[in-house]
């Protein structure tokens, strides 16, 4: 049964949805991958709320054998220079880029006073398979090597995946970081249950969605048991840092974070779930127009500031 969204979610986020809708419509998944980056792009510069006061940001580029990856650092002027926040976009591994999430990645720069590095990967299908991971390892490895501090792993949705499958790979090579924070992400909890199905055709983003951009990142492969793809098939959680994943309740993607979070706890590993009532998928964008949204982007932040810290969030 298909929840009532018109009494779980407020006013202030139904404007932000029709918003969205208005530029980005549901049926948008099913456009030339050309016409839908061209969309998402314009709707993430109508959605820009500019960047705080004291933010010196460099826009320079990740040198690897075979290509460039561009990223965007953000320094505040009273700088914390106890960690670095190395941040992956959302877009389903099709949509996005450094602009896209620009002001997020500003702001949260300007709350933590963490200097904060965002990743432009390499996107689908034009380079699907592991190539968004692979210049993820690349990041992280210009991170940990060129500013010689702790790193704090962050993304949302794909981004989220992609700070997770990260994580799990230099974990196991006893060169992981000190915490991540996974907001709304997708990470393999069964699609045949929870969320998956109560949400299926929740605003803003539907199992459907999520089984599209998931077959165009892996070539339409069941990657299912793959943790470079996903996170939950990992054989092991015990190399993973202090974890904090906050989903949103109207979102097929919920049950990935409890799952997730209850995995890594078994094995020992400090990890809090936290669901955002009434929120939709990419309500960070939200955070102008919701209360809600605004509430979870500064637990979203002091989740980062405790995690850079040391600590369990």
């Known amino acids: 049964m298909t929840p009532d ?42 959605f820009h709320a500019g960047r705080p006061p004291g933010i010196a940001v460099e826009t320079t580029t990740v040198e690897t054998p075979s290509h460039v990856i561009p990223i965007r650092i953000y320094s505040a002027e009273r700088g914390n220079d106890r960690a670095t926040i190395l941040y992956f976009h959302g877009g389903g591994f099709v949509l996005g880029g450094l602009d896209s999430h620009d002001d997020v990645c500003a702001e949260f720069c300007a709350a933590t006073g963490l ?14 398979g592991t190539a968004a991971l692979e210049d993820a390892i690349a990041a992280y490895d210009w991170v940990t090597a060129g500013l010689e501090r702790p ?50 055709e929740a605003p803003l983003l539907t199992t459907r969605d999520v089984l599209y951009y998931r077959d165009v990142r892996s070539g339409g492969i069941d990657c299912s048991n793959d943790p470079r793809f996903t996170p939950l098939a990992s054989s092991s959680f015990r190399h993973l840092p202090p974890t904090v994943v906050v989903t949103a309740q109207c979102d097929p993607l919920s049950s990935d974070g409890e799952v997730y979070c209850g995995r890594l706890r078994v094995e020992g590993v400090p990890a809090s779930w936290h669901e955002e009532e009434g929120l939709p998928h990419s309500f960070l964008r939200a955070r102008g ?25």
């Not at 200097?115 to 699907?128: F, T």
């Not at 809600?292 to 995690?307: F, N």
Request: charged share 25%; glycine share 10%.
């Open 5 to 46: 969204y018109t009494r779980l979610i407020d006013a202030e986020t139904w404007g932000f949805i029709n918003r969205t809708n208005a530029f980005y419509p549901p049926e948008a998944v099913d456009w030339p991958i050309e016409r839908n980056r061209e969309v998402y792009d314009r709707m993430a510069r109508a």
């Open 115 to 128: 200097a904060v590095v965002s990743v432009d990967y390499r996107l689908a299908p034009e380079h699907g």
């Open 151 to 200: 790193v704090v792993l962050a993304g949302d949705s794909a981004g989220g995946n992609l700070a997770a499958c990260l994580a799990d790979h230099v974990g196991r090579e006893g060169r992981g970081p000190i915490g991540q924070a996974l907001i709304y992400p997708l990470l393999g909890a069964d699609i045949d249950k929870g969320s998956y199905l109560t949400h299926a």
């Open 289 to 313: 127009m919701s209360s809600r949204a605004r509430a979870a982007m500064e637990r979203i932040t002091q989740a980062l500031t405790t995690l850079a810290a040391g600590k369990r969030a």
